[in-house]
């Protein structure tokens, strides 16, 4: 649950609502907090609250953020970021990571040469290029069509870098950082499409689902291909 002193409201429900003594005299009108435009904005402020950074680069991937430390039984494993771009759950290893920032305007570039490139975003004062994972992996016009599930889209922009070559591009949710066993690694399906495959590793499982591993190297080169 979300700390409620990291915003400054009154949560009069919990001492005057339906949670505290029920005195408050909207509820006449409004009958459950609910219902009252006081709750709706505290949750609004709640909703809305600055996301601090997530600084990654000073993580030690040789052991996971929130699992104890693996050992010789369950073998070797690498440490990756988790995310969602629609409705694919993608991963990339942790060390190309510099933030995770809330998403902000993203200022359009004129005459940009490709449809990757979405424009240059402000990241603590500097201004970095944000392209489309989703465009340059090719299932971009696939998200688009998708609308037949629940979206619980909570959307990040990553800064990723590799030799002092920062980008951003945005994803729709940031599970988290966990480290994968390489044992459960397997070869890409052939359903994949062109570009997907040639910028994906391997695929694993994950909780009930599969994530594909994506190459950073052929990630960055295809990123810095779209810049020139």
Wanted: net charge negative; aromatic share 6%; proline share 8%.
């Amino acid at each position: 649950m979300a700390d409620l002193r990291t915003v400054n409201f009154d949560d009069c429900w919990n001492r005057i609502g339906v949670r505290g003594d029920s005195s408050c005299e909207r509820l006449t009108e409004y009958v459950r907090c609910l219902n009252c435009p006081v709750f709706e904005t505290a949750a609004a402020r709640l909703l809305e609250r600055p996301i601090p950074l997530v600084d990654l680069s000073q993580h030690d991937t040789r052991a996971p953020l929130q699992h104890p430390p693996h050992d010789g039984r369950t073998g070797a494993s690498e440490s990756f970021l988790v995310f969602r771009i629609g409705d694919e759950w993608l991963a990339l290893p942790t060390p190309i990571f510099k933030r995770i920032v809330q998403t902000r305007p993203i200022h359009t570039l004129p005459h940009r040469q490709h449809r990757a490139v979405l424009g240059v975003v402000n990241v603590q004062g500097e201004l970095l290029v944000c392209l489309s994972l989703a465009h340059l992996l090719g299932f971009e016009n696939h998200i688009a069509t998708r609308g037949d599930y629940p979206r619980h889209d909570m959307p990040r922009l990553l800064v990723v870098s590799r030799d002092d070559e920062p980008a951003v591009f945005p994803v729709d949710q940031v599970d988290g950082v966990h480290r994968i066993a390489l044992s459960t690694f397997s070869p890409p399906p052939a359903t994949l499409s062109a570009a997907a495959a040639a910028h994906t590793r391997a695929v694993a499982p994950w909780r009930d689902l599969t994530v594909g591993l994506l190459d950073a190297d052929a990630l960055f080169d295809t990123l810095n291909r779209s810049l020139g």
